[in-house]
């Protein structure tokens, strides 16, 4: 199991002092002497926390060594090809709030998976919550300068909608495991994967129009697809608490699990149960096929699975019942 850690961006080799840039006033201002990569790149919110002064408090000279207290822990199953790779966020003192650190590994979790291509990814929390959203702490302290240039801001959003669409668009199937609560970011990041499996207690909520903020990680847009534009604007409007039934009822919850079951295990179970021995190369088509623009696509993605090892087994197992 990869535990990238987000100490991992604290271990500096001593010789190298902690880059400082200065403060966001003339980061704003000199765009042209900013880093590079920050402006215009998708991942520019990864290149900007490399040149921002280290978090208050933190030694940028101390070789962290202890476990990360909050990281991004991916699981990669029997590896490459698997039937289920899982992502857990593991920041449970804050309800698995995303540090800017882990919004860089999230990054990487969203790369490895569409590397290693397994059927599905479980993404999770740690301690009974999904995600409480942005670190509101750190985000305070990293992105939101009192001079209130909107830069970092526009760094994470960009950062974070970019890793969101790549969760989205990847061939594997997504599943958000929510027990206790999917707020803010953490609704944002729910409603990026393909299904949501609600344990009795989750509850979503975008709460951004409370943070005097809308959504920035495409979750508004998802939203709509999602429930539909009205049911979206009155959530997003009134930042209201959606509980597994009305979850339920406007198609925001796929499965709600038993009382005894964490939505993690429950969703686990109910794959290995359709996929007892293997994963099925069919599966990592499927959202080829519901986005095919045209028959022609459907049909072409229907060939390149005819004749082929997984379907001429099955075929012979059915005729082998009769
Ligand atoms: C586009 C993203 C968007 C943005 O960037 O604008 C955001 O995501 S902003 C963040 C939006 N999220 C929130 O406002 C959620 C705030 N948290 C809560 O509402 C509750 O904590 C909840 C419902 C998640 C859990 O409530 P519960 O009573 O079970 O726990 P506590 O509230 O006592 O929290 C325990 C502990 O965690 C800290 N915490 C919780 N959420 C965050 C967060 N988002 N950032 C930083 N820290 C968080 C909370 O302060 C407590 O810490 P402690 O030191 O124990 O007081």
Partial sequence: MLAVSAAARLLRPRSLPWPRLPPARSLALDRRKSPPGIYGNPSKFRTMLDFLPAPAG???????????ASSIVYD????????????????????NALTPDMMVELED?????????PSFLVITGAGGTFCSGANIRMAKEAIMPDDQSTDGGQAMAEHMTFVLNRLRDCSTISVAAIDGAAYGGGAELATACDFR??????????VQSKMGVTTGWGGGRRLAEIVGRRNALRMLTFGETVDVDMAVRWGLCDYVTPEDET????????????????????????????????????IDLFTTHWNQPAHRFRFDEAMNKK
């Fill in 76 to 95: 990669g199953g029997s590896g490459p090809g698997a039937l289920i790779h899982k992502v857990e966020i593991m920041a449970p003192a804050s309800k």
């Fill in 58 to 68: 933190t030694d940028p000279d101390a070789i962290v060594t202890s476990p990360a």
């Fill in 109 to 117: 979790a969203v790369k490895r998976c569409e590397k290693e291509a």
């Fill in 197 to 206: 499996v609600m344990s009795p207690g989750a509850r979503i909520k975008h």
């Fill in 263 to 298: 939505a993690a295990t429950f969703i686990e179970n109910l794959i290995r149960e359709e996929f007892p021995r293997t994963a099925s190369p069919v599966t990592r088509s499927w959202k080829a096929v519901v986005d095919a623009k045209s028959e022609r696509e459907e």
